[in-house]
């Protein structure tokens, strides 16, 4: 099992954010060293005071300054032709998962903006590339995210396993089980899913989650007369993590990242240069 990583989120927001400004997102193993590192600055060079974090101006370790600098890593290593220096190259994982987008209204609430995903197994990066773009500018219930939108935007991603047949409509709990749904009505099929969280969020019962998602299906019987179509119902779990806009912007163009100085040189990276190449 894959587990969820506030780094799959980032990936999401940098990839949404390339493609309305036309430009090159992040590698996805490029994202994840730097989230590493960011981690590891945390970790490492915060120090609480009085409740609140100072930073300090020490390097991080290993770090390697971005695209357009200089900086050489700790180890010895020079970053290629001005890049992060390439993380393990080892395949990514597949699994099952699906992209959230939410927008803070203006009385604080989270608004749903977009959630697509699949059941089919994907490579991590390429499916949250695919699906990131396709749950924030295709979801056909939605207008699609725009620019001013972003300051507002959180992103969920979950992957999902443990996919099992439910002995019967009821035999889920909430809470830890997402539902996959599967019927005949007027010589049509129908499905529909809920994530896992879905019902918790909406304060639903087992059988308003049933009757809900029949109805997000197609179904447009009587709500009392649910129990007479045969369903077929696929349950599962998954794995979340979200992460803000306000987060995303704290990874790729935070202060911490000017913390981090030349090995040779032991200056402080130019906050401008790092601007002009496509972090802020």
Not at 66 to 73: A, F, I, V
Request: charged share 25%; proline share 6%; net charge negative.
């Amino acid at each position: 099992m894959t587990t969820a990583s506030p780094v799959h989120c980032h990936y999401c927001i940098d990839v949404l954010v390339s493609k309305l400004y036309n430009r090159e997102p992040f590698d996805f193993s490029e994202l994840q060293k730097l989230y590493t590192k960011h981690q590891l600055f945390i970790k490492e060079y915060k120090v609480q005071t009085n409740g609140t974090a100072s930073t300090t101006t020490t390097p991080v370790n290993g770090f390697s300054a971005p695209n357009g600098t200089t900086t050489s890593l700790t180890n010895g290593d020079p970053a290629p032709n001005g890049t992060y220096a390439s993380a393990t190259s080892s395949p990514q994982p597949k699994s099952p998962l699906f992209v959230t987008w939410k927008a803070r209204s203006k009385s604080g609430r989270m608004d749903l903006r977009g959630c697509i995903g699949t059941f089919e197994p994907k490579q991590l990066d390429a499916g949250l590339r695919e699906y990131a773009l396709t749950a924030g500018l295709h979801d056909s219930r939605f207008d699609p995210i725009s620019p001013k939108e972003l300051s507002r935007l959180e992103c969920g991603v979950t992957l999902l396993h443990d996919f099992e047949p439910a002995a019967d409509p009821m035999d889920w709990e909430l809470g830890k089980h997402g539902l996959q749904i599967d019927f005949v009505y007027h010589h049509r099929r129908m499905g529909a899913t809920y994530l896992p969280d879905v019902p918790v969020e909406q304060g639903w019962t087992k059988e308003e989650t049933l009757t809900s998602l029949m109805r997000k299906a197609g179904w447009t019987g009587r709500s009392s007369e649910w129990t007479k179509v045969p369903l077929r119902v696929t349950r599962y779990q998954g794995s979340k993590a979200t992460a803000s806009w306000g987060e995303y912007k704290e990874l790729v163009d935070g202060d911490w990242l000017y913390s981090v100085v030349d090995d040779e040189d032991d200056e402080e990276l130019d906050r401008q240069e790092v601007l002009q190449n496509g972090y802020a």
